[in-house]
């Protein structure tokens, strides 16, 4: 079970869960793929030695273990990042989470939240992700950069808390009363 499920409270339900965006896989891929294709070509390079009975055979093996094993890292690091960030709304606070092996929590009751920042580039507006800020009353600020559908999450959020202070979020029904 994870945190999000041992942390909430009697008649709280998540609402919406929000992930980094596949953008910030791009940088591992960027990275993984120049060692991925060096570990190919001293595999072949290997293989090139073991035909011609060459003695470096062994260093060309170990030179494409070391790289292949650099570009599995470079893949692994961008994929767990991606799942181990996550922010939640639920119906009474924002609960968010960063880092796998040492994770960092941040939880601000719905009426304590000042304010949503969302900062996008072009390329985020065209994607779809941007960075999101939550501002507490207290004034401290966490910062969640490459978030999938930043603008939806916030959309969301807004609707939560207006429904937490009693009021009817703006484009929705009004409770107990069905549109004509």
């Known amino acids: 079970m994870g945190y999000l499920q041992n942390s909430l409270l009697p008649d709280e339900k998540a609402v919406h869960t929000a992930r980094p965006h596949w953008i910030v896989l791009v940088y591992s891929v960027i990275g993984s793929v120049p060692f991925g294709l060096l570990g190919f070509a001293y595999l072949l390079a290997s ?6 009975r060459d003695g470096s055979a062994h260093s060309y093996a170990v030179m494409a273990g070391f790289c292949l094993a650099v570009a599995a890292a470079c893949l692994a690091f ?8 996550a922010l939640t709304i639920t119906n009474r606070r924002v609960v968010a989470q960063k880092g796998f092996w040492t994770r960092k929590t941040f939880e601000v009751p719905l009426s304590w939240l000042a304010t949503v920042t969302i900062e996008e580039s ?12 939550l501002r507490g009353t207290g004034g401290a600020v966490e910062r969640f950069p490459s978030m999938g559908a930043a603008v939806r999450f916030r959309k ?25």
């Open 122 to 133: 072009l390329l985020g507006r065209i994607l779809g992700y941007g960075t999101i800020l």
């Open 156 to 180: 969301l959020l807004q609707q939560e808390w207006e429904r937490s202070r009693g009021a009817e979020p703006k484009g929705s029904a009004p409770t107990g009363r069905s549109l004509p």
């Open 47 to 52: 293989r090139s030695a073991i035909s011609r």
């Open 78 to 85: 961008g994929f767990v990042r991606r799942s181990s960030t």
